[in-house]
């Protein structure tokens, strides 16, 4: 095997042609260089130098060899370079869970601001549900999840990262549309699309809204997410009841209007991580996400 050392001796002389200029940029006397230029021609069975009393030229295979090892050499700076990067998180990669609602409003922003700051970092996203993302996260498949409930778990950190309140999402046509404000009572008999108990967080907060104020809402319609919910409001199925950051889709036939109601009718999501999480990349940048949350 090279001995990169050898390298490094034999590249000083061939690039000075001279043992003695060499011998001064590499910081040793010309004996130990002599030294180590032989036991690479002795390794390689060829000779590289030819070295009268007045100078050093190269054979066709040191002027070959030459140019490879300076490529050798360039290639293991970068690997060098490359591996410290690493260690200290500056080059690496992330992975981020989220729920959809979080990339409405919250996360895209954040995502521009890490890519900018960090720019050698791969940040790669997975949407899933918030059960999921806890489990991946507690077996170290993602460093971060976006979720809308705190886990009990002892291995994870979690923090608040939005609390926004709820709107009405009506059709434009409708009666109610020409409302500065609603209340959760003028949805009493009203054609509305409902959150389906697969999205448990919202259905569980807004039928249990419903039922303290005694609305009774005449569900038309039960969906999964929020983006099929403001489509079927489009084409004036029903009144919906949605996140406020869902107000950034601007469809053509939904107006969006503020709930006045004295319950806590919140949309809240936590980011939660591993208090053990080891990955440099994620520590890295970990500090400048949680800098520009604002809640």
Not at 284 to 291: M, Y
Request: include cysteine; charged fraction near 20%.
């Amino acid at each position: 095997m090279l001995n990169l050392n050898q390298v490094r001796c034999f590249i000083a002389v061939a690039t000075e042609l001279s043992f003695r200029r060499a011998a001064h940029s590499l910081h040793m006397s010309q004996p130990p260089l002599t030294r180590q230029i032989q036991l690479l021609e002795q390794y390689l069975d060829t000779i590289l130098l030819i070295r009268d009393k007045r100078s050093v030229t190269l054979t066709a295979a040191g002027k070959a060899f030459y140019q490879e090892a300076l490529e050798l050499i360039e290639h293991i700076h970068r690997i060098e370079q490359y591996t410290r990067r690493v260690a200290s998180g500056e080059v690496g990669s992330v992975t981020i869970g989220f729920v959809a609602n979080a990339f409405y409003h919250f996360l895209p922003p954040i995502l521009s601001i890490l890519k900018d700051e960090f720019p050698f970092i791969n940040i790669s996203l997975q949407q899933s549900t918030t059960f999921q993302q806890v489990e991946a996260v507690i077996n170290h498949q993602i460093d971060l999840g976006i979720v809308r409930v705190v886990p009990d778990n002892d291995a994870l950190d979690s923090t608040l990262c939005v609390d926004e309140t709820f709107v009405a999402a009506v059709p434009r046509q409708h009666p109610l549309a020409s409302r500065a404000s609603l209340r959760l009572k003028d949805f009493d008999n009203q054609s509305t699309i409902m959150y389906s108990v697969a999205w448990k967080p919202f259905y569980d907060l807004l039928t249990h809204a419903f039922e303290v104020e005694q609305v009774k809402p005449e569900y038309v319609q039960y969906e999964s997410n929020t983006v099929n919910i403001l489509s079927l409001v489009n084409v004036g199925f029903g009144l919906a009841v949605v996140p406020q950051s869902a107000s950034a889709f601007k469809l053509d036939n939904v107006k969006y209007i503020p709930l006045e109601t004295e319950q806590n009718l919140s949309n809240h999501m936590y980011i939660i991580h591993r208090k053990d999480n080891d990955n440099e990349a994620f520590n890295l940048i970990k500090k400048t996400l949680f800098q520009h949350i604002v809640v």
